[in-house]
Every structure is written in structure tokens, then in C-alpha cells.
């Protein structure tokens, strides 16, 4: 009895897949025009990217690569004005982010100028840059938005600041950038008297990263605030 239930479920089985077989043979056949098509444009859409991606995408960022260097440099010994502007024979910041956007360098190259023009104390312009700052780098990506917060402390817009300042802090979960950017937060809603939403931030960076340079101090401020939000 077992044994024949088996074999009309064998046959059960090879009959459906008969089937879908079939099915499956007539829909090729009456869509064989269009999934030719379809076959031929997604060809042709890999092509062109690959095409793209080695014949324009590439030279261009090791292009860029090697023109950025001495805008770097005059950035590292604080000619500004030459890390923006370039001299006779180099390009600068400015010009490489323009010419070579979507580049890793063109990309650098804003967060670049966003940093300049914080130390000139341009800060909208500052915030402009960083906003193009399209970075790979993790802790870069997340000080590009921090950094946007330090300048709308400068202009006195400290709400939306702390609100970058929390972003900032969960982007990249790590013991630099995390709480560092708690500490600012922390700090901001402490001047604004949000003591709870203060010693919050201040506990985080005192519990999750008890090693930081910023751990030490979390734990004096997160007790201040706790006595004061009572």
C-alpha cells in the first residue's frame, strides 16, 4: 500500500514538472522576440558602463590623483589661499573639485575647501563644501557632517547643529568620532537645559567608551546633569 501511494506520488510528481516544462518551452517560444531584446539592451547597458568605468571614470580619477598633491601640501604649511587657488603650474582645491567631480580627489578636494573656509571663518561656504563631500572614507564621511555642525555653532544655529552632532556620533561606531560627537551634543543640550537629553549623551560615551579621551570627562559632565535635571 505504501509503496503504490509512492509511486502515484512519483508520477504525481514527474507529471507536474512535465508540465511546467511545457509551460515553460511555449512561453520562451512566444516571448523569444522580447527576451531577445531585453538580452541585447542589458548588454548593451553593461557595455556601456564598463565602457564608462575604464575609459572615462578611471583616467580621470588618476588624473585628478596626481594633479591634487601640491594643493595638498600648501594646505599642510597653511597657504591657504595657494591650496585654494593653485600658482602658475598646479591646480587647487577649487579647481579640482570643479573639473573633477566624482572623483575620490574631487570628492576630497571639497572637504578640503569646507576646512578652509572654516579656518577663514567662512562658514556657509564652509557648510557648502562639506555638503559636496562625498567621501569612501568612513571617518572623513562622518567629520564632513560633524564638521557642518561646527560651523552652525559659529553661526549661532545650535538646534540644528546638535542635530548633526547626533548624526555625526551613529554613522561609524568607533572610539574617535563616536564620542567626540556625543561630547558636542552633550554640550549643546547642557547649554540649552536639557539636562536628561545632556547626560544621556554624556553616559553613552562614559559606558560604550570608557577608554576615550573623552570618557574621563563624559562621567564628571553626565553627573552634572543628572543632579540637575533632578
Not at 514538472?17 to 512561453?27: A, H
Not at 598633491?69 to 597653511?78: R, T
Not at 557632517?145 to 560651523?151: I, R, S
Amino acid at each position: 500500500m505504501s509503496q503504490k501511494h509512492t509511486t502515484e506520488n512519483t508520477q504525481g510528481q514527474d507529471l507536474d514538472l512535465g508540465e511546467v516544462y511545457t509551460r515553460t518551452e511555449l512561453f520562451l517560444e512566444k516571448n523569444k522576440k522580447n527576451l531577445t531584446i531585453g538580452a541585447l539592451a542589458l548588454v548593451g547597458v553593461v557595455a556601456a558602463a564598463l565602457a564608462y568605468q575604464y575609459g572615462y571614470a578611471k583616467p580621470r580619477a588618476a588624473e585628478a590623483s596626481e594633479l591634487v598633491w601640491k594643493a595638498e601640501y600648501y594646505f599642510e604649511i597653511d597657504s591657504l589661499d595657494k591650496a585654494m587657488n593653485g600658482d602658475d603650474q598646479w591646480p587647487g582645491f577649487l579647481e579640482v573639485a570643479d573639473k573633477y567631480s566624482n572623483t575620490p580627489s574631487g570628492n576630497l578636494a571639497h572637504y578640503y575647501l569646507g576646512t578652509i573656509y572654516m579656518k577663514k571663518g567662512e562658514y556657509e561656504a564652509a557648510i557648502a563644501e562639506y555638503k559636496k563631500a562625498d567621501l569612501g572614507d568612513d571617518v572623513l564621511r562622518v567629520m564632513a557632517v560633524g564638521n557642518q555642525g561646527d560651523a552652525l555653532v559659529e553661526l549661532g544655529r545650535t538646534d540644528e547643529a546638535v542635530k548633526l552632532f547626533e548624526k555625526a556620533a551613529g554613522m561609524a561606531n568607533n572610539d574617535f568620532t563616536t564620542p567626540m560627537y556625543l561630547m558636542k551634543a552633550g554640550i549643546l543640550h547642557q547649554q540649552a537645559g536639557k539636562w536628561k537629553d545632556a547626560a544621556k549623551a554624556f553616559n553613552r560615551i562614559a559606558k560604550e567608551f570608557p577608554t576615550s579621551s573623552e570618557a574621563s570627562q563624559a562621567r564628571k559632565y553626565a553627573g552634572h546633569a543628572e543632579a540637575m535635571g533632578g
